[in-house]
């Protein structure tokens, strides 16, 4: 099957740095790409829509400033969290979906800890 | 507003029963829809999907059901297996191709030996 890789898988972070997350296509291309957040025990939650070649869009109450996201080409899309807090301490999840298909692949996750 | 609900959080099963984790949507535009598998600090793992034209899929211990006249979806499992104990996702698309997924809220399933 499709492989969507995401790293780094575990990083711990000191406040007020920032913080960059890789999801990368291996096998297909995916013109367009998710970005969730899991908090413990609560559902995925849908971040941001990213977009090869375009601005990624927010969904309501996600600060675009605070979380970056570039989709510089069909098989990369990196999260950065800008300036973190503790309470930015989550499970960030990415999807791949391959262009034109209803399935999507995701990454293995990233546990960020903000210290 | 929830548009893809797993109304119970939790399930337990003894093994070899049959499980079955179930899902209501809202949204009449979505027409694919998907289970994903997720353990604790993984990403989740595609699992089964079913189209709206059809109203059941199988793939071997794995069925899901769809009823659109009620807006429901169920996933059954069996004989159950105490590797199955993860967290179900219930997911739905709609028809462009590009929609995100919407996610239900999960079912914890534990899968008792």
């Known amino acids: 099957g499709a492989v969507v890789s995401q790293h780094p898988s575990r990083v711990i972070c000191k406040s007020g740095t920032s913080v960059k997350i890789e999801c990368r296509s291996l096998?297909?291309?995916?013109?367009?790409m998710f970005w969730y957040r899991q908090f413990p025990k609560q559902s995925l939650m849908l971040m941001a829509t990213?977009?090869?070649?375009?601005?990624?869009?927010?969904e309501q109450g996600v600060e675009k400033d605070k979380f970056l996201i570039n989709h510089a080409s069909l098989t990369l899309s990196t999260l950065t969290v800008t300036s973190a807090h503790p309470e930015d301490s989550s499970f960030y999840i990415c999807s791949a979906l391959p262009t034109g298909r209803h399935r999507a692949f995701f990454g293995q996750g990233t546990r960020l800890t903000v210290v | 507003d929830q548009q893809v609900k797993q109304n119970s959080p939790s399930l337990s099963v003894q093994e070899g029963r049959i499980s079955i984790l179930n899902c209501d949507y809202t949204?009449?535009?979505?027409?694919?829809f998907l289970w994903y598998k997720k353990y604790p600090a993984e990403g989740p793992t595609f699992l089964i999907s079913?189209?709206?034209?059809?109203d059941k899929n199988e793939d071997g211990r794995f069925t899901v059901f769809l009823n659109k006249s009620a807006k429901h979806l169920s996933l059954h499992i069996v004989p159950s297996q105490p590797g199955d104990s993860a967290v179900y996702f219930c997911a739905a698309s709609a028809n462009s191709g590009n929609t995100p997924l919407v996610f239900g809220k999960g079912t914890r399933l534990s899968v008792i030996a």
């Open positions: 079913i189209s709206s034209i059809k």
């Open positions: 949204n009449s535009m979505f027409d694919y």
């Open positions: 990213s977009n090869e070649g375009s601005k990624a869009t927010y």
């Open positions: 096998d297909f291309q995916a013109t367009t």
